[in-house]
């Protein structure tokens, strides 16, 4: 839930979710259709299908129990190696490293004098130092520091080296760069009437909760006045949800996938 979706927004999410779901096979036993209307509101609604899909594998293959292992953890749909890493250390007490996007951030700026706040290691090399900067037997504490670190005080527009622990230490503390002006990230989400295609995708779902539309249909659920250009948008929406598993579609119809 927490991936791409902020922490504070997610908490009631998931204690409505431990209710209805407090098991694996809760969601394994729950059809697509109960799954997407339980998540309805938080977005990116393929993390809670490629969700059910894992709790069936789990349910089936590991008597409902996640398995410990990285290489079974990310095998499992949705499971990236951040994902496996973080569940085998703080789930199962493994000592083994975890590198996120704060922790990626931190490590960078720790390591090298960076000439940019948005400087960044690769992937593997973040990955490698992390390895080797684990206290023996202590990768909970440690990953939990770091990942607060990033997120609290080397932010990444703004970090607080005169607040940070470790400043003694790090290679970019009290950098100019830090001070030089951003340009601001120009937002790629893809919009239609000014509204970003994500918030019609979660509204979609909803009107299709209880019926089968057509394109025209559901174009004309969501406006009012419609043209014919929001028909084809709205067609091609449609279609696409269909490919990312979300919706079912037959003879130019379509429903939530059961
Ligand atoms: S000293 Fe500054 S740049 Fe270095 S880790 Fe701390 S907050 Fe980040």
Not at 24 to 37: E, K, W
Not at 57 to 64: G, K, L, M, N, T
Request: aromatic share 10%.
């Amino acid at each position: 839930m927490s991936q791409q979706t902020q922490v504070s927004r997610v908490a009631q999410y998931y204690r409505d979710w431990i209710k209805m779901f407090p098991s694996f096979s809760s969601v394994a036993n729950a059809s697509a259709a109960d799954i997407l209307r339980a998540w309805s509101g938080l977005g990116y609604n393929s993390r809670a299908l490629r969700f059910h899909r894992l709790s069936k594998i789990v349910a089936e293959e590991y008597r409902s129990r996640l398995p410990e292992r990285i290489d079974e953890l990310q095998n499992l749909p949705g499971i990236g190696r951040y994902t496996a890493h973080a569940v085998a250390c703080f789930a199962f007490g493994k000592n083994i490293p975890v590198v996120d996007v704060n922790i990626k951030r931190l490590l960078t700026r720790w390591t090298k004098k960076v000439g940019t706040v948005s400087e960044q290691l690769n992937d593997n090399s973040a990955w490698i130092l992390a390895e080797n900067f684990l206290p023996k037997n202590k990768a909970v504490e440690w990953n939990q520091s770091l990942m607060d670190l990033g997120a609290l005080v080397c932010t990444a527009q703004k970090p607080s080296c005169g607040d940070c622990p470790v400043s003694k230490y790090c290679a970019s503390a009290f950098s100019k760069a830090f001070l030089m002006k951003n340009k601001k990230k120009i937002s790629t989400e893809p919009v239609w009437r000014g509204i970003p295609r994500r918030l019609y995708r979660g509204r979609i779902l909803k009107l299709l909760h209880h019926h089968t539309c057509s394109a025209p249909d559901v174009a004309a659920l969501l406006w009012s006045g419609h043209t014919a250009r929001d028909i084809v948008w709205t067609a091609s929406l449609l279609k696409k949800m269909a490919d990312d598993g979300l919706l079912s579609s037959l003879n130019g119809t379509y429903s939530i996938t059961r």
